[in-house]
C-alpha cells in the first residue's frame, strides 16, 4: 500500500474518531452524568466536577488526535521520519500523561468527598495504565527517532 493511500486512510480514520468523540463527550457524558444523579440525588455536587473533568480529557484527547492527525500529514508528504513528527509523537506522550493525571486527580477528589467507589477504582487504574503505556511507547518512539 502506498503512503498516500495510508495517509489517506489514517486521516479518514482521525475525522471518525474525532465525530464519535464528540458525540461521547457531549451528548453521552453529559446524560450518563444526568442519570447518575437523577438515580443518587445526593451526589448532585459531583455535577459539574464531573463534566470539567470529562471536557478537560476530551480537549486533551482532541489535542493528541490533532497531533496524529499531522502525523498522517507528514506521511502523505513522504516524509514519515521528520522533526515534525518526533514533536508530534512527543506532545501525544504529553498528552496521555495529562489524561493518566486528571484521572488519577479524579480518584483523588472522589476519595477525598467519600464517593470513590471500589469499581471506579479498578476502572480507573486501568485507564491510568493504559495512558502510562501509551505515553512510555510515544516518548520512547520519540526519543529513538530524534
Do not use: W
Not at 2 to 17: H, P, W
Not at 54 to 77: K, R, W
Not at 124 to 143: E, G, M, P, R, W
Amino acid at each position: 500500500m502506498k503512503q498516500e493511500t495510508i495517509s489517506k486512510t489514517l486521516k479518514t480514520l482521525s475525522f471518525i474518531i474525532g465525530a464519535a468523540g464528540l458525540l461521547f463527550f457531549f451528548i453521552v457524558i453529559p446524560y450518563m452524568i444526568d442519570s447518575i444523579i437523577d438515580y443518587f440525588p445526593e451526589t448532585e455536587f459531583l455535577r459539574y466536577p464531573a463534566i470539567i473533568g470529562f471536557e478537560l480529557i476530551g480537549i486533551i484527547s482532541y489535542y493528541a488526535l490533532y497531533q496524529f492527525y499531522t502525523i498522517c500529514h507528514q506521511i502523505g508528504y513522504l516524509n514519515s521520519f521528520c522533526k515534525e513528527n518526533v514533536l508530534a509523537l512527543r506532545n501525544i506522550g504529553i498528552s496521555a500523561t495529562g489524561v493518566g493525571a486528571l484521572i488519577l486527580i479524579g480518584d483523588i477528589y472522589l476519595l477525598i468527598v467519600g464517593y470513590l467507589h471500589p469499581s471506579v477504582i479498578i476502572i480507573s487504574l486501568v485507564f491510568i495504565f493504559i495512558s502510562i503505556v501509551f505515553s512510555i511507547v510515544c516518548f520512547s518512539l520519540s526519543s529513538l527517532l530524534s
